[in-house]
T-cell receptor, first 117, second 115 residues
Framework: AQSVAQPEDQVNVAEGNPLTVKCTYS??????LFWYVQYPNRGLQFLLK??????LVKGSYGFEAEFNKSQTSFHLKKPSALVSDSALYFC???????????????FGQGTILTVHP | AAGVIQSPRHLIKEKRETATLKCYPI?????VYWYQQGPGQDPQFLISFYEKMQSDKGSIPDRFSAQQFSDYHSELNMSSLELGDSALYFC??????????????FGPGTRLTVL
């Protein structure tokens, strides 16, 4: 079984300040981790993913995420937040079952990010 | 770049009616996934298809069925609709046979309201 936890329902930051949205995961096998963003009444937009290699992954719109295997975490970060970053953020995981996997994404509960002017 | 297309975008049905949701994947994507997102909830995986065959199954009710056609588009058929089926239904697609490393790209969703 695989699971994802986003411990904060809401994160509030001031524009220009750094932001962090937390995510921890639990899987059997190699984890493949994803971040998506959802704006109101819109679909999920892919931000970035960790597959293997460098623990710091860079993605769209200046976002990055740090994979930490020992802490089973994949926190989303941005050095300087924008008001337009305000949205709902989902962390998701897929597991490699040792071969081809057609499997599902398992999502966390989501974190509402609000960036204040 | 072309994205995943879903139709209709909004659908209103009465209880016990049927509904059909359609999904057109990104060109050259061979794998399609369906997710259900209830109000204030995270998306829950329903079912997926690779090359017209069901590849994985999640918490999809028996009242629902889906298939993928030769042009790779997919349809989710929902019968005997219940109030609890009201949700946002997402389709996603990926390439390369849906390897775990592949990115799933999501459509805008179909908002189903059951009255």
């Amino acid at each position: 079984a695989q699971s994802v936890a986003q411990p904060e329902d809401q994160v509030n930051v001031a524009e220009g300040n750094p932001l962090t949205v937390k995510c921890t995961y639990s899987v059997s096998g190699n984890p493949y981790l994803f971040w998506y963003v959802q704006y109101p009444n819109r679909g999920l937009q892919f931000l970035l993913k960790y597959i293997t290699g460098d623990n710091l992954v860079k993605g769209s719109y200046g976002f990055e995420a740090e994979f930490n295997k020992s802490q089973t975490s994949f926190h989303l970060k941005k050095p300087s937040a924008l008001v337009s970053d305000s949205a709902l953020y989902f962390c998701a995981v897929r597991a490699d079952a040792g071969g081809t996997s057609y499997g599902k994404l398992t999502f966390g509960q989501g974190t509402i990010l609000t960036v204040h002017p | 770049a072309a994205g995943v297309i879903q139709s209709p975008r909004h659908l209103i049905k009465e209880k016990r009616e049927t509904a059909t949701l359609k999904c057109y994947p990104i060109p050259r994507h061979d794998t399609v996934y369906w997710y259900q997102q209830g109000p204030g909830q995270d998306p829950q995986f329903l079912i997926s298809f690779y090359e017209k065959m069901q590849s994985d199954k999640g918490s999809i009710p028996d009242r629902f069925s889906a298939q993928q056609f030769s042009d790779y588009h997919s349809e989710l058929n929902m019968s005997s609709l219940e109030l609890g089926d009201s949700a946002l239904y997402f389709c996603a697609s990926s390439s390369n046979a849906g390897w775990a490393t592949d990115t799933q790209y999501f459509g805008p969703g179909t908002r189903l309201t059951v009255l």
